[in-house]
């Protein structure tokens, strides 16, 4: 609709002037116009308070790394999706598509002297090639959260809390948002106990089960060189609903021990309260190859979205890299999703509105006399606007009203008026003598 | 010395293990570890909280653009410093090098629904590929302010209002920096009046004075095509100190409307009292090529420095850009040079610190009861902490002071404390009982 109004725009108000509009946004990246930008900021702004309050420290890298930290460590998919290129010295760089392997090179170049655990988040930007559709873009943002150095589940647990916190921070409720949990453990144990060593290509295979039939799934885990008792009993697997179904079929003590760790991460969960949250959901693979214990999905109750979060253990990533081996364990969660749902469920907040405290306005347009009471006003902590050039009262107020100001404040250098200005409440249609100081307490400042 | 630091961790530490470190951040840019974060989000939270003040709206755009939206249109110097890449269908892109293209090709696509005067801030990341040194680097973030359809020198006088309310919040005094003022319409309308055409050449060579002996400094105005008289003229031009001295320069009706209006400018700044902030500096050229009137630089008051922020009128980027006329003024302002001056100055916040607001220790190693306690404390709005496995009190305590978290709160599920507990003050050494929500309002959460 909108790029309709821009061609229409074109046409009636450009007709004839050469190479108008013919520079676009890039495909699959957006323009944050300040409306859509201010939801930004208070998607942004959640997440951070969040990470905050759950003890995360913040973190970043940079953009663009050297290529050979993708290739090989993220999964062909995922480098199949670089944006590639070369410095003027000749060396290949590329966009980042994910951050864990920037998170992995600096706590690698970190060394011994990381104090572990670290947890960390970040809200990088990310670039992945691949085909812009509804909740995918090729640039987006990506809130991770990541705990390096902790062994223990607890790692799993302080991460599903912090998920949790942060989604209902929105006003997301269980009724808008599951966790599904499963193990890559169990999986890597079942395939030794049945003697299949291709686990990347059944990994690839399991991850399509929701989108395919059962012949389909069947076929998917035959090419991924399964024999038909081994598809037989994957396809029980993927089947399992609960713990419970799931216990028989580990067999080993290496499947046991992974079974014991999932069950124990939900028992702990269970009783710190985010049961409701939770649940077993032996779909959720994960497409990147570096995961090697717990992994876990978002998504919206109805499935009816993407994921809107993901993540897992990888415990082998900075030793992969070349450095040193710390265990870790991560999660991301874009912006585009996230925002969709917000959107559908109503949460997100009337954009632009408030942003302005109060509006100057001056009977006689004196510029200088609206910048001077504005400025008063922002030592005050009061955000405040005002017109730009000489102006009818009448069009001030429509300025006003376009920046759904709280206030307008009525300046005039005549009037003698012992610092108090005839100020009115943009909502209540109140009208009120008020000093500067008063005006702040009116706006709670 | 980080890097040497690094190499011996390397050498001692990781002494065989083959490809160890061996993938740095690429040159020019940074890592930002949670120590170094800490303080751009107090930057990046300044900064935006003097916008929002002062009545601008944030916006954001692609990382990427069009090749063709910088190549012609911002000057050859930047064109030259461009990363450039192909995506998969062989289309020409390159990372911004700057935000007032994306801004200008942004403002074209909104068209005539624009609601003018627009105006927006933006905290961009930029990359420039040039000579990584103190103070430039080839990726770094630089705040933009814009007015876009503010024809007067209003629109001037609001950037610069806003320049000086920042720069003042961070601590920075007039004792610290300056903001130097020049005019390319005086420039312009100079060169009109001796009939010099060549201005870009001018200008670039005007620009250098600063960097060049006087006899350089005729050469490259010679360069530019003066003749001995131009020459003589604008050497004797660029030693102008104020307005006074200035007047007489300006000649012709276009020499004189500019002045005026430059002397305008200088009255209104000095009645809203940022007088003591600005002086005329005709060293001030800018080397971007779409500046058309006021332009100015902030600089540290030693002058030891890069500009910490520059910028000026651009009437006519928009049209250039194939798009409607619409008028406009902005400025720049980068992290590294401010980061280093506010380092400098002595005025960054301490690092990390009081980023926990609570430690939870337990006495008999219990993660379980850390959790839950941890939980209800961030329900309440604090920054908590705790340790993520097993660890004796010690090791627990240790890490508290680590966090510089202001509360340590020992919890024991045996002990019967009717809700309350022992919470030691980490400044004072002060030791309490207290309840959670007691803890709350001792935190003044």
Redesign the interface.
């Known amino acids: 609709v909108q790029s309709l109004f821009?061609f229409l725009?074109?046409i009636v108000?450009?007709p004839k002037?050469?190479?108008?509009?013919?520079?676009?946004?890039?495909?699959g990246?957006?323009?944050?116009?300040?409306d859509y930008?201010?939801i930004?900021?208070y998607i942004f702004d959640k997440w951070k308070e969040a990470c905050?309050?759950?003890?995360y420290?913040?973190?970043?890298?940079?953009?663009?790394?050297?290529l050979?930290?993708y290739t090989g460590k993220s999964g062909d998919e995922i480098v199949d999706q670089l944006?590639?290129?070369q410095?003027?010295k000749g060396?290949d760089?590329a966009?980042r598509p994910e951050m864990t392997p920037t998170l992995a090179?600096?706590i690698?170049?970190?060394?011994?002297?990381l104090?572990k655990?670290a947890k960390?988040f970040s809200i990088p930007?990310l670039?992945r090639?691949e085909k812009a559709q509804k909740g995918r873009l090729r640039?987006f943002f990506q809130l991770n959260l990541d705990?390096m150095g902790?062994?223990?589940i607890?790692?799993e647990?302080?991460l599903l809390?912090a998920i949790t916190?942060m989604l209902k921070s929105f006003g997301l409720t269980q009724a808008d948002f599951q966790i599904g949990i499963s193990s890559r453990s169990i999986l890597s144990a079942l395939l030794k106990q049945r003697n299949v060593d291709n686990d990347a290509g059944v990994y690839a295979a399991l991850d399509k089960k929701a989108k395919s039939s059962p012949e389909a799934f069947a076929k998917l885990l035959s090419e991924a060189g399964l024999n038909e008792e081994d598809q037989s009993f994957f396809a029980d697997f993927m089947n399992v609903k609960n713990l419970t179904e799931l216990k028989p079929f580990c067999q080993t003590e290496e499947a046991t021990a992974a079974f014991d760790e999932l069950n124990s991460l939900f028992e702990?969960l269970n009783?710190?309260?985010a049961g409701e949250y939770i649940a077993l959901d032996l779909h959720v693979v994960r497409g990147l190859a570096y995961y090697t214990g717990v992994v876990f999905e978002v998504f919206d109750k109805a499935k009816s979205m993407r994921a809107i979060a993901g993540g897992g253990r990888y415990d082998n990533l900075t030793k992969v890299?070349?450095?040193?081996a710390v265990t870790g364990v991560g999660f991301g969660m874009g912006d585009v999703v996230l925002r969709d749902l917000l959107e559908e469920k109503g949460l997100l907040p009337e954009s632009?509105a408030s942003?302005?405290d109060v509006f100057v306005a001056t009977f006689n347009s004196d510029?200088?006399l609206a910048?001077?009471v504005?400025?008063n006003l922002?030592d005050l902590?009061?955000?405040?606007?005002?017109s730009?050039?000489s102006q009818k009262i009448k069009k001030q107020l429509d300025?006003s009203n376009?920046?759904g100001a709280k206030y307008v404040l009525f300046a005039d250098a005549e009037a003698n008026t012992d610092g108090k200005f005839e100020v009115k409440n943009l909502k209540t249609g109140e009208q009120n003598m008020f000093s500067l100081n008063e005006l702040a307490e009116a706006c709670d400042v």
């Not at 002037?17 to 495909?27: D, E, N, Y």
């Not at 990246?29 to 300040?34: G, K, L, M, V």
């Not at 905050?52 to 003890?55: A, E, K, P, Y």
């Not at 890299?321 to 040193?324: E, N, S």
């Open positions: 821009l725009a074109h108000f450009f002037k050469g190479p108008i509009l013919s520079i676009k946004t890039p495909k990246t957006r323009d944050f116009f300040p930008q201010v930004q900021d905050l309050l759950s003890g420290q913040g973190y970043e890298g940079p953009m663009f790394e050297h050979e930290l944006y590639t290129l410095d003027k060396r760089l966009l090179r600096m690698n170049q970190k060394g011994p002297s104090k655990p960390w930007r670039f090639y640039e705990i902790c062994e223990g607890e790692g647990v302080d809390l916190r702990t009783k710190l309260g890299l070349g450095g040193q632009l942003q302005t510029t200088l910048f001077e504005s400025e922002r902590g009061l955000k405040s606007q005002h730009l050039k300025l376009y920046f």
